[in-house]
């Protein structure tokens, strides 16, 4: 496949570096009006009848891959901007490692508790990850907006962790129970990207409205599979050495 670079990035070089020494960096209007209002029906949609990877959707409900089986949220996942922006942070070729939607129901009383993302994943040799949270609403404090702890994204000491046991990070981590954090409310259309080593956490949804967040995790194009178990390549029978395929990790930016 040939890719001809774009003449001029999206991202100023300040940003890009604050994203690489935090961890994570919000950008404001991504997405126009009309493309929020078109997602967030076809997330609504899905809210009714997508298939839920988890069985209790008391944190969220969480539908995987959303992009192989919904027609406008593939162009969601697939969005040309969102690539390009995450492949001038990453700073490297990426591919769709997995998307997924995240909606967590009004007054849901759970969070989504601290846990880095990378260490749930099959990938070696594996240079940058970092995903692209979407806000398809409005996602005050409130509703369940994103936490960070900044410049840990280079940390590899720490075991997956429960995402239900607010405890469980900083027993594996005990020097992060005193780190700062940085809470970023976002509007709809807003993104958030994060490392895939940042530690996060989304609180729980304390208003009347859904929150509906589309997440885009893009990965290393050269990752190799490492053979751990994962929904998203326990099917496909692959083998450990083996880039991940196209055709079920398409290429982007
Ligand atoms: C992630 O995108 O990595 C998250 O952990 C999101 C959590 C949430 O939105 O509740």
Redesign the pocket.
Known sequence: MTTTAPDTNLLDPETVADYRRDGFVRITGVLNPAEVERFRDAAKQQYETGTALNRDDQ??KQVVNVWTTDETLRDLTLHPKLARLATELAGLPVRIWHDHL?I?KPHNQAP?EF?Q?APYWPHANCRHSL?A?VALVDVPVER?C?TFIPGQHERRDIRPID?SDAHDLFEAAPDLTWHRRVTLPLQAGDVTF?NGYTP???NSNDTDEFRY?H?NIYADRELTYDGKPHVCTDPLNLTVGQRLPDDHFPQVG
Do not use: E, Q, R
């Open positions: 944190i969220f995240l967590k989504t846990h993302d995903s949270w369940g994103m995402l994060h996060h956490t989304a967040a997440v």
